[in-house]
Nanobody
Framework: QVQLMESGGGSAQPGGSLTLSCVAS????????ITWFRQPPEKEREGVAA????????YYAEFVRGRFTISRDNAKNTVYLRMNSLKPEDTGIYYC?????????????????????WGQGTPVTVSS
């Protein structure tokens, strides 16, 4: 059973930084696609970034490209999302999710049927 747990959320000022962590267990192989998605207040969920845990190929939504960096530490079964130059519109609940094996690795968000599991989320608030 795939399980994921996010942490690291909090408050930041515009222009600030936060790093989120996602610890995964029960993944079916050593090369899995993990994606981060978010749910802004009163808006639909949107995919933010994705990474292959094996090869490390990374994919970003256009609205975070150049500001966010996704990375992984396989020894710790952890995927990170480093968020720089934060904006108020980055406010929301951030989740990490496992993409079903064999499906394309790209930023995804529910109700995408190719997402196998996701965690409880960690909140991020960006305000002055």
């Amino acid at each position: 059973q795939v399980q994921l747990m996010e942490s690291g959320g909090g408050s930041a000022q515009p222009g600030g930084s936060l790093t989120l962590s996602c610890v995964a267990s029960g993944l079916p192989s050593s090369n899995n696609c993990i994606t981060w998605f978010r749910q802004p207040p009163e808006k639909e969920r949107e995919g933010v970034a994705a990474i292959y845990t094996g090869g490390g190929s990374m994919y970003y939504a256009e609205f975070v490209r150049g500001r966010f960096t996704i990375s992984r530490d396989n020894a710790k079964n952890t995927v990170y999302l480093r968020m720089n130059s934060l904006k108020p519109e980055d406010t929301g609940i951030y989740y990490c999710a496992a993409v079903r094996r064999g499906r394309s690795c790209r930023p995804r968000a529910p109700p995408d049927k190719d997402l196998e599991a996701w965690g409880q989320g960690t909140p991020v608030t960006v305000s002055s």
